[in-house]
Nanobody, 116 residues
């Protein structure tokens, strides 16, 4: 039984930064792959960044060099540091936890708006 709670979204100007946090409950955080997804109006949900239980990371091409995903297993928390934000980054950002394929959990989402 897992609950994911995102925080840190908001309104920011182009070029600005935000750090998203996702706090997870449950016993299997350390064994889980964690990811950040986003969905803009009229578009499919897309993977932004992911980190495995072993610490390997993967990023969407559009955010490489600007976003950094990290995790703190002691705090059951995954982060997304977002720098040099662009208007096209505007979306609802969702936290995802996956373990052994059949266990797949989602947070409620947090709005990120990049606008002048």
């Amino acid at each position: 039984q897992v609950q994911l709670v995102e925080s840190g979204g908001g309104l920011v100007q182009p070029g600005g930064s935000l750090r998203l946090s996702c706090a997870a409950s449950g016993s299997f955080f350390r064994f889980s792959a964690m990811g950040w997804y986003r969905q803009a109006p009229g578009k499919q949900r897309e993977l932004v960044a992911a980190i495995t239980s072993g610490g390997s990371t993967n990023y969407a091409d559009s955010v490489v060099g600007r976003f950094t995903i990290s995790r703190d297993n002691a705090k059951n928390t995954v982060y997304l540091q977002m720098n040099s934000l662009k208007p096209e980054d505007t979306a609802v950002y969702y936290c995802n936890q996956r373990w052994l394929q059949q266990y797949d959990y989602w947070g409620q989402g947090t709005q990120v708006t990049v606008s002048s």
